[in-house]
């Protein structure tokens, strides 16, 4: 069985992303915890302290997540997705990355005729 890590969310935040993480960690949505911690904060003020350092003590989330607990299941396009990927945005993110290496591989080709 796959160990749960906390980490910060790089697909679901709005200024660190540490309350994506939690709401990741504990399997809950994102809009109740920062809720929670608006409400918390208005009466107490600590939760402000805490989010900061939390978003320094706390790591990124990995850029290829491992495992089922990995993907915010809140993210359209992973919901639903029995491996934590969606298949065609991963295809067209790799043929666009390949066109692009292939435009700077053309402007240098272009360049060396240019300087010619």
Do not use: N
Not at 47 to 75: N, Q, S, T, V
Not at 89 to 110: D, T
Request: glycine share 8%; hydrophobic share 45%; aromatic share 12%.
């Amino acid at each position: 069985m796959m160990e749960r890590r906390l980490y910060r969310s790089r697909s679901d935040k709005r200024l660190f992303g540490v309350c994506g993480g939690i709401a990741q960690f504990l399997r809950v949505d994102p809009t109740l915890v920062r809720v929670g911690v608006v409400i918390l904060t208005v009466f107490t003020g600590v939760p402000l302290l805490i989010y900061a350092l939390l978003a320094f003590i706390m790591p990124k989330e990995p850029a290829w997540p491992y495992g089922h607990d990995a993907y915010d299941p809140y993210d359209p396009l992973f919901a639903g997705r029995e491996y934590g990927f969606d298949l065609d945005s991963e295809i067209e993110r790799l043929e666009k990355r390949a066109l692009m290496q292939e435009v700077h591989r053309l402007r240098a080709e272009l360049a060396k005729w240019k300087g010619v």
